[in-house]
């Protein structure tokens, strides 16, 4: 039986995540896209905590396009400068590096993020 594209999708975020881990000092990323909106959430693995979150329901008329994944964007790099973040790892959780997630990642970099 074939298996559906969430299916793919998540073995795919398995075994990313086998190598992929944050910790206090760099943390995770995570990324989660549905068809109505953009989640994003910076975790301590080690701890098993989010340190930030932030969705398009956060953003001041946030619509699920590229432009509103870059206003989350700017929101997470805001909140974490002022946790005193500078350096993350990036989990797509097995999402294409292209599109709103290739759009987020570099934005994040642009605000000062080192991945």
């Known amino acids: 039986m074939k298996k ?24 995770r990323v995570n990324v989660f896209r549905s068809l109505t909106s953009f989640y994003v959430q910076v975790i301590d693995d080690e701890v098993g905590s989010t340190l930030i979150s932030a969705n ?17 964007a700017e929101v997470i790099v805001k909140k974490a400068i002022e946790k005193g973040i500078s350096k ?11 599109g709103k997630v290739k759009a987020f990642a570099e934005k994040l970099r642009e605000g000062g993020l080192i991945f």
Do not use: M
Request: proline fraction near 2%; charge should be positive.
């Open 4 to 27: 559906t594209r969430n299916e793919q999708r998540k073995k795919r975020a398995c075994r990313i995540r086998k190598s992929v881990s944050g910790t206090a000092q760099i943390p």
């Open 56 to 72: 398009l329901n956060d953003v001041k008329d946030g619509k699920n396009t590229i432009e509103g994944v870059e206003k989350i």
């Open 88 to 98: 993350v790892v990036f989990d797509r959780s097995g999402y294409k590096y292209h």
